[in-house]
């Protein structure tokens, strides 16, 4: 049984499009706030979504995105509500594929088999622990793509410093895509040297079938373009979420930067469009 994200990406290939992901924090700016945006995403060109789930510690974040999650958690927003956010969204909408992104404690705490059953209910199709090493998964994402309910995909990170024998055992164990990480450092970081992903991800693609979507340093239609030609799609994440950044719960606000996030989405998925 294939998953919504795969066969995304078997339809985007047979139109020649290349996939567009926004990163979103579940409850940032408020809890309200999330569910109306994720389907305003999807009318501004989203294939995927992907909402972070709200943590205290957030390491592979920069602070744009660690700001969110502090938002978030201030108004009280757990992972359990984020999964309920998910739900409410796929009341409406059957078919955008969401991935969910976060980090272990949270999941140690709830169990590893209550957290994937929490999230095949909600209508989640894929995994990204960050701080998973696929050398320590264990059968965890073979036994992901195979539940019954609903098959979710295992997403795991490869960088500019991953080992050979490491970039194998995450193309061994990941499903769905492989989310490459453009640069040395968090998210948000500027110093993206577009030439040298593009032939780091040339050289992922040589190596399996599994799409590859690059991540971390896109701010603008240019940068989502040069990287789409060769990569199967962009994550966006802190160009987007910081819009949000000082709208202290002001609804007038709110509405500006919700406006920003999607001009810059019709920025990125025009961009993309452009490719072929």
Not at 19 to 26: H, N, R, T
Not at 66 to 81: C, F, N, Q, Y
Not at 242 to 255: E, H, L, P, R, V
């Given at each position: 049984?294939?998953?919504?994200?795969?066969?995304?990406?078997?339809?985007?290939?047979?139109?020649?499009?290349?996939?567009?992901?926004?990163?979103?924090?579940?409850?940032?700016?408020?809890?309200?706030?999330?569910?109306?945006?994720?389907?305003?995403?999807?009318?501004?060109?989203?294939?995927?979504?992907?909402?972070?789930?709200?943590?205290?510690?957030?390491?592979?974040?920069?602070?744009?995105?660690?700001?969110?999650?502090?938002?978030?958690?201030?108004?009280?927003?757990?992972?359990?509500?984020?999964?309920?956010?998910?739900?409410?969204?796929?009341?409406?909408?059957?078919?955008?594929?969401?991935?969910?992104?976060?980090?272990?404690?949270?999941?140690?705490?709830?169990?590893?088999?209550?957290?994937?059953?929490?999230?095949?209910?909600?209508?989640?199709?894929?995994?990204?622990?960050?701080?998973?090493?696929?050398?320590?998964?264990?059968?965890?994402?073979?036994?992901?793509?195979?539940?019954?309910?609903?098959?979710?995909?295992?997403?795991?990170?490869?960088?500019?410093?991953?080992?050979?024998?490491?970039?194998?055992?995450?193309?061994?164990?990941?499903?769905?895509?492989?989310?490459?990480?453009?640069?040395?450092?968090?998210?948000?970081?500027?110093?993206?040297?577009?030439?040298?992903?593009?032939?780091?991800?040339?050289?992922?693609?040589?190596?399996?079938?599994?799409?590859?979507?690059?991540?971390?340093?896109?701010?603008?239609?240019?940068?989502?373009?040069?990287?789409?030609?060769?990569?199967?799609?962009?994550?966006?994440?802190?160009?987007?979420?910081?819009?949000?950044?000082?709208?202290?719960?002001?609804?007038?606000?709110?509405?500006?930067?919700k406006a920003k996030l999607l001009a810059k989405m019709d920025e990125l998925r025009q961009a993309l469009d452009e490719i072929y």
């Amino acid at each position: 049984m294939k998953t919504r994200i795969e066969l995304t990406f078997e339809a985007l290939r047979q139109a020649g499009k290349k996939a567009l992901i926004p990163y979103i924090m579940a409850g940032d700016p408020r809890p309200d706030v999330t569910v109306d945006l994720m389907h305003k995403l999807v009318e501004h060109g989203a294939d995927i979504i992907e909402v972070g789930l709200p943590f205290s510690d957030p390491m592979a974040d920069g602070p744009v995105i660690a700001h969110a999650a502090e938002r978030a958690l201030a108004a009280g927003v757990s992972t359990r509500d984020a999964l309920n956010m998910v739900a409410k969204f796929r009341e409406h909408d059957q078919t955008t594929p969401v991935l969910v992104m976060g980090y272990l404690n949270p999941v140690e705490i709830i169990g590893y088999d209550n957290f994937a059953k929490m999230c095949a209910d909600a209508g989640v199709d894929a995994i990204l622990m960050v701080d998973l090493p696929p050398s320590e998964a264990g059968n965890y994402p073979k036994a992901l793509t195979e539940r019954t309910d609903q098959p979710i995909n295992q997403i795991f990170l490869l960088s500019p410093t991953t080992e050979p024998d490491r970039r194998a055992k995450v193309i061994e164990n990941c499903s769905g895509f492989i989310y490459y990480v453009s640069l040395k450092g968090v998210t948000g970081s500027g110093a993206l040297d577009v030439d040298e992903v593009r032939k780091q991800v040339a050289q992922v693609k040589s190596e399996t079938d599994i799409p590859v979507c690059v991540g971390f340093g896109i701010r603008d239609g240019a940068s989502a373009k040069s990287l789409g030609v060769v990569a199967d799609g962009v994550i966006v994440g802190s160009e987007l979420v910081k819009n949000f950044a000082g709208c202290n719960n002001n609804d007038q606000k709110i509405t500006q930067a919700k406006a920003k996030l999607l001009a810059k989405m019709d920025e990125l998925r025009q961009a993309l469009d452009e490719i072929y």
